[in-house]
């Protein structure tokens, strides 16, 4: 469920009148998926936000280029497992995030999220699919150097995934793991 207060009024949450739908009033949509679904956190990307549940992935957006009560819409983009210990991180042209649902967690890249398809996800660390455990809190994220860091706090050890993209395509990766003489605390 999403509720956006009147614009310019961040603590006014309540619409003037029931009878008309102005631009002025509150946004509030709804995510219409099978289960209960806790929104935990949202990236901004070119054409919305997509917005994370423990389940499931959504893409908040609107067809006009105004957004306000008659033109927001939410869509169900997937339905994987989210780690909502650890955001999601921005790749540039497309997003990451961690599942750690099983006994190990993983790793998904999603692109081509758009409102008229269902986007791209691949999971990135089947390759390594014992290397990342289930309790990752920690996850660093470098564009520029194209490189993520992922650990648990506390713990002596960091994975490091390392790409290469050129153009749209992503010519070479790498996994890693670092250990360190000390715990981690953050990075």
């Known amino acids: 469920h999403i509720v956006l207060p009147q614009a310019c009024y961040l603590l006014n949450s309540f619409v003037e009148t029931a009878l008309n739908v102005v631009i002025s009033v509150p946004i509030d949509l709804t995510a219409s998926v099978d289960s209960s679904s806790v929104l935990y956190d949202g990236l901004v990307i070119n054409n919305g936000m997509v917005i994370f549940s423990a389940f499931n992935q959504f893409l908040f957006t609107t067809d006009s280029d105004v957004l306000n009560p008659e033109t927001a819409k939410m869509y169900t983009l997937s339905t994987y497992n989210y780690n909502t210990n650890v955001s999601p991180i921005s790749l540039g042209t497309s997003l990451a995030f961690i599942d750690n649902a099983g006994k190990f967690s ?22 390594v699919s014992k290397l990342l455990g289930n309790d990752i809190d920690l996850i660093a994220n470098s564009r520029e150097n194209s490189f993520i860091l992922m650990t648990k706090s506390g713990s002596q050890d960091v994975i490091g995934y390392k790409y290469f993209i050129a153009g749209n395509k992503q010519l070479q990766v790498a996994w890693f793991k670092w250990r360190f003489r000390r715990a981690v605390k953050f990075h």
């Open 106 to 127: 993983r790793f998904f890249e999603m692109s081509g999220v758009s409102r008229e398809a269902q986007p791209q996800i691949e999971e990135k660390s089947k390759v």
